[in-house]
């Protein structure tokens, strides 16, 4: 029966999405705060917080899928318990499921999306499902997933990431091989390219421009050519890792070309890798969630946090405003996105 305020909710989503801080942990935060306030009157007001916000995260998501949009979309696990009828226990049973992330960079929209796959695997169905008729540009690793879609979807263009390659390689230089000498390089030339490109302030049309000049052609060209000599070299002792770096990249190689298409596209997928590192993180300090609820309203507060720092904004100041604006009755969420506050 007793209520919060606006600030002191956004203390709490600050406190377990941005600061990663267990229940149990807030306990002794509290105390040495000499704040006395009930663990479950806390969680509750999150759980309703994340209720009240819930609008604002369709609104998100129906921006973020608009025709023609670049998404870049990432996935990760996550332990939820789940109490399922007959099964015998009291709780319920832990089962891994999957969170995905999708970005759409230009509009800065970020949106986190829990589906319980029935078959605890992470199949192309949630993602596809999430889609729907969608247009565009998706950008991504090299997950088997993402390839199906695309295919089953010719108006979805797929670009891969650089970035999974080049990581690749630095593992298989860590592991002694000196074949990486020839590889590794090119693959840094072109980051230094599109660091060029950053460092001029270049517009989309320029950066085409720059990616389809004749040097970065001959580094792609001459990637190629190594990585496939280097495969089919009886006599260059490849290491493990050094071959699957190799055949990943040859395997995925029109996919992590088509990066030169579009100026607005990026060289890899960090947009999304970064996005959805928090929640990892969050993930090893709380271990599980206990039940669906936990997790869908987690997405729901990664969705506005993320969204909120893909523009710039004080997180903390704009959760009590977004707060006060939806305990005030204000239904209109384009009133009050991130880009709405940032205009006031």
């Known amino acids: 029966g007793t209520s919060a305020t606006p600030e002191f909710i956004a203390d709490q989503i600050i406190d377990r999405v941005m600061l990663h801080i267990p229940n149990h942990r807030n306990n002794i935060k509290m105390e040495m705060e000499r704040f006395i306030c ?138 002694g091989d000196s074949n990486v000498k020839y590889i590794l390089p090119l693959v840094q030339r072109l980051y230094s390219i599109e660091s060029e490109c950053v460092a001029c302030h270049l517009t989309a049309d320029e950066i085409k421009k720059r990616r389809s000049r004749s040097d970065v052609t001959v580094i792609l060209n001459e990637l190629y050519d190594k990585a496939t000599r280097l495969l089919n070299d009886s006599h260059s002792h490849l290491s493990d890792m050094m071959e699957k770096a190799l055949k990943y990249m040859l395997n995925n190689w029109d996919g992590l070309l088509r990066y030169r298409n579009d100026g607005r596209y990026t060289i890899d997928n960090m947009p999304a890798e970064r996005a959805i590192r928090p929640f990892t993180v969050n993930r090893n300090n709380t271990k599980f969630f206990s039940s669906e609820e936990g997790v869908k309203v987690a997405a729901t507060l990664f969705t506005i946090v993320e969204t909120a720092r893909q523009s710039g904004v004080n997180v903390r100041d704009y959760l009590v405003y977004v707060i006060r604006e939806v305990m005030n009755g204000n239904k209109d969420c384009s009133t009050y996105t991130p880009q709405a506050y940032l205009a006031l």
Do not use: M
Not at 125 to 130: E, V
């Open 38 to 175: 009930s663990e479950n009157s806390r969680n509750s007001w999150v759980v309703k917080s994340a209720s009240l916000l819930s609008p604002l995260c369709s609104y998100i998501r129906d921006q973020l899928i608009k025709v023609k949009s670049i998404l870049n979309i990432d996935e990760t696990w996550c332990r939820v318990r789940i109490k399922f009828k007959g099964d015998g226990t009291k709780l319920g049973k832990y089962f891994k499921k999957y969170i995905w992330v999708i970005v759409n960079k230009i509009e800065k929209l970020v949106y986190f999306l829990y589906d319980n796959d029935e078959n605890d695997s992470r199949s192309h169905r949630p993602i596809q499902n999430f889609l729907g008729g969608f247009k565009g540009t998706i950008q991504s690793d090299g997950y088997t997933v993402y390839r199906q879609i695309s295919n089953d979807k010719p108006d979805i263009e797929l670009i891969l990431c650089w970035a999974h390659v080049h990581a690749k390689l630095k593992y298989a230089e860590l592991s």
